[in-house]
């Protein structure tokens, strides 16, 4: 008791936290302990706050102070946290504290300030049935405009049982829709206990036009109801209601119910068919919730899936969430549709990637069936479900053989979204390159790329398609052996031939693939050059990164230096990344570099470049300190800084940096290189 008056708060702490343990035999410190609820520590208050609870109907005297820790006008100032805090822990202390403070907290529903309000409903509910007395004054504030004063007198007659039973049915029937809307809330808290108030809420949204109220009443049907047909037909209509609180009320309430799916799938099936606006998708958000059991409404689902495309979410949520048994009902509604139909973004794809992994298992067996559109479907499901389907690889390898052209085509796709073993897949798309159809072999051919450094093998069978008849595949053959790299050195001379007769974009790529063979493709070093004057700027960016790859590097930097002076913005861009590569050997391109520095769209790749060529230039990374972009002032603040003493005529401009407005990432740079110049 002599700590608890202490001037330093650990002591105090110590000493509250001490009497807590001894329960009731701190009795003789209450008054102390009722002066410390007055203690500007929060730590010091709460233990002392829990000491006087664990003494209960021995605190009588606490009453009063315990009062005053639930009135906000006592607590202002505080934290919104520390207030909730005062009100919890205040409240708990009463209700421990039990009769005695029944009448003061009845009093105090009746009070002006809204939080002494809530922290008496809060304590007098944790005493339960022994507050009954309380019924009245709670009831009372079934209309007050606080919210959390609502809530928590709501919450108080929940925990007094069936005497508040008949006091809350009755006031179902007030003037005001506050007072209705607790009054429900109420109901819902007793749950099947109140039972015999069912009459008076199934009354009250026969007639009720307020939406909280509504709501409401459809919560407490749901926690009373034990009878599936009653209250079923009143939430579905909940679902209908013009109101998203009252819809949103009906929907939660729905899952509440338990036995009832009997009766609700049903409900839910003729609400899938509603022609108003926005009541379909409502019913497949329930059923979305509902799981597997919701299983015989999917081919309602899928009729009001396939009403619009791409199907709302609402429908794919559901799919979602049915899983697995919607599969087979998926699978037979395209059974005889044709084939051609069957786009990427089909409805039946975005379902089965909805359903995702555990549609696999179907999915697999289905790239059996005897229909085409099924087989297609499903390795399609399979490819857009990728690594989720890892199970299926062997099937879709298998499917790449499939009678039908285009279930070869997306089988393949499949094998490699699944990631199928590699050599496995590298031999079905050899197949497939050489494959009769053109559908087949395009398919094939924009796979390689996919395969990285692992489709080299291919090399050959793409060099053969080069000559392939159908346009669309040779220009996918071209940008496929850009993945292969250098194993596509044999490809040199046709590409050649192929130049004058390609568009620019082609020509292009077959520029970029030069450059992946790098120096194996010396050969065709002279069309690269020739193209460093084209009129397309495409190709020019593309014969800059080619000889790049493939020009001998001492001979580079004559041929580079000019292309940053070039009109076009991805030339210069290409220049820059080149010099970049050759580093200290294009220090001569640090003037043309600091240039493009001041055009937005080239100062990453022209301050990229200058970091790689480990600039020396003290004039140019003066000028660079004076750059709006504070990026590029960094840069030269570290390069000046390594430089060190050399660097020393950069002091004027450095000193201005390390000391004025700058951006705290310049300042620190600035005064870094200074500290590096004079040591």
């Known amino acids: 008791m002599q700590q608890l008056a202490a001037p330093q708060n650990t002591v105090r702490r110590e000493a509250a936290y001490q009497l807590g343990k001894l329960g009731p035999a701190a009795k003789p410190a209450l008054p102390a302990l009722i002066k410390a609820l007055d203690d500007p520590d929060r730590q010091v208050w709460a233990f002392a706050v829990s000491t006087i609870a664990g003494l209960g109907p021995e605190a009588v005297e606490a009453i009063p102070a315990l009062l005053d820790g639930l009135d906000s006008r006592k607590t202002r100032g505080k934290r919104d946290r520390d207030r909730q805090q005062a009100l919890v822990r ?68 929940g925990q007094m049982g069936p005497a508040a039973l008949t006091p809350a049915a009755e006031a179902l029937t007030w003037k005001e829709p506050l ?110 919730r509902l799981g597997a059991s919701a299983q015989p409404a999917v081919p309602a689902l899928i009729e009001a899936a396939t009403r619009q495309s791409p199907p709302a979410a609402a429908y794919l949520q559901a799919f979602g969430g049915i899983g697995a048994p919607a599969v087979p009902e998926v699978l037979r509604a395209i059974e005889k549709e044709n084939p051609d139909s069957l786009t990427d973004g089909h409805w039946s794809v975005q379902c089965l990637q909805a359903i995702g992994g555990p549609a696999v298992p179907a999915l697999i067996q289905a790239l059996s069936s005897p229909s085409i559109s099924v087989r297609l479907v499903a390795a399609r499901g399979l490819r857009e479900l990728g690594r989720s389907a890892t199970g299926a690889a062997g099937a879709l390898l298998a499917a790449g053989a499939d009678s039908d052209p285009r279930v070869r085509a997306t089988a393949l796709g499949g094998m490699v979204s699944v990631h199928a073993p590699t050599l496995a897949v590298v031999s079905r798309l050899e197949a497939g390159i050489k494959d009769p159809t ?137 220049a820059a990344a080149a010099l970049g590569a050759l580093g200290d050997k294009a220090r001569d391109a640090t003037g043309p570099l600091t240039t493009m520095l001041d055009k937005d769209d080239e100062r990453g790749f022209a301050l990229e470049a200058l970091r790689q060529i480990d600039v020396r230039s003290v004039p140019h990374l003066v000028q660079m300190l004076a750059h709006r972009d504070a990026a590029v002032k960094v840069f030269a603040c570290e390069r000046l800084g390594k430089l060190g003493p050399e660097a020393k005529e950069a002091q004027p401009a450095l000193e201005p940096l390390a000391q004025g407005g700058a951006p705290d990432s310049v300042k620190g740079a600035a005064r870094e290189a200074l500290k590096r110049i004079h040591p």
């Not at 529903?109 to 507050?131: C, V």
């Not at 010396?522 to 690269?528: D, E, G, Q, S, V």
Request: aromatic content about 0%; proline content about 9%.
């Open 90 to 157: 205040s409240a708990y202390a009463l209700s421990r504290i039990g009769a005695a403070a029944i009448p003061p907290l009845i009093a105090a529903l009746n009070e002006d300030d809204s939080s002494r309000r809530a922290g008496a409903a809060r304590a007098l509910g944790g005493m339960g049935p022994a507050a009954i007395e309380a019924i009245p004054a709670l009831r009372a504030n079934f209309g007050h405009g606080d919210a959390a004063v609502r809530r928590e007198v709501v919450d108080a007659l």
């Open 179 to 288: 007072q209705r809307a607790s009054a429900a809330l109420t109901l819902a808290e007793l749950g099947p206990a109140a039972a015999p108030a069912l009459p008076a809420i199934e009354e009250l949204l026969g007639r009720e036009t307020d939406a909280p109220a509504r709501a409401a009443a459809l919560l407490a049907l749901a926690k009373i109801s034990r009878e599936p047909a009653r209250s079923v037909p009143l939430l579905i209509e909940g679902l209908k209601h013009d109101n998203e609180e009252v819809r949103h009320a009906a929907s939660n309430a729905i899952h509440l119910l338990r036995g009832a799916n009997e009766i609700l799938i049903p409900a839910l099936t003729a609400l899938l068919k509603d022609p108003t606006p926005g009541r379909s998708e409502r019913a497949a958000s329930v059923l979305a």
């Open 438 to 574: 053109p559908l087949v072999r395009l398919a094939a051919v924009h796979l390689v790329p996919q395969l990285g450094g692992d489709a080299r093998p291919l090399a050959p069978v793409l060099l053969a398609a080069l000559n392939d008849q159908e346009p669309a595949v040779r220009s996918a053959v071209v940008e496929a052996l850009e993945a292969v790299g250098p194993a596509a050195e044999p490809a040199v001379a046709p590409l050649l031939q192929l130049l004058p007769s390609v568009d620019l974009g082609m020509r292009a790529r077959i520029l970029m693939v030069f450059a992946s063979i790098g120096s194996g493709a010396k050969n065709a070093l002279p069309a690269i050059r020739g193209d460093l004057k084209h009129g397309e700027p495409l190709v020019r960016a593309a014969a800059v990164a080619a000889l790049a790859k493939i020009e001998a590097r001492d001979q580079q930097l004559a041929v580079l230096l000019p292309m940053l002076n070039d009109s076009e913005p991805p030339v210069r861009r290409a």
